[in-house]
């Protein structure tokens, strides 16, 4: 089994910045695509931003310029941060990532439990 534990949200001001990290641990073989996803209140989860493992990048086209996605293969973990942050940008905010654990396993999507970022005044 997979666990992803996220951590880093919180409440800030507009135009403020927060970091999210997202580890990844238990029975992993190999890690390839990470990410962040997000999702407000009535509205559907959206992406916000992928990286894979070579560390090709993607983002939503809200947040380019100001969001960044990073990993650390060495740690299983991927980061977002985030900054001149809008209130628009309030949501809870998932880390997936696509993982197989063993050479003869399909590769299989895990989600994180979501870490709660409100942009407020």
């Known amino acids: 089994q997979v666990q992803l534990v996220e951590s880093g949200g919180g409440l800030v001001q507009p135009g403020g910045s927060l970091r999210l990290s997202c580890a990844a641990s238990g029975s992993i073989f190999g890690i390839y695509a990470m990410g962040w996803y997000r999702q407000a209140p009535a509205k559907q989860r959206e992406l916000v931003a992928s990286i894979t493992s070579d560390s090709t990048t993607n983002y939503a086209d809200s947040v380019k310029g100001r969001f960044t996605i990073s990993r650390d293969n060495a740690k299983n973990t991927v980061y977002l941060q985030m900054s001149s942050l809008e209130p628009e940008d309030t949501a809870v905010y998932y880390c997936?990532?696509?993982?197989?654990?063993?050479?003869?396993?399909?590769?299989?999507?895990?989600w994180g439990q979501g870490t709660q970022v409100t942009v407020s005044s």
């Open positions: 997936h990532a696509r993982v197989q654990t063993s050479r003869i396993t399909p590769v299989q999507t895990y």
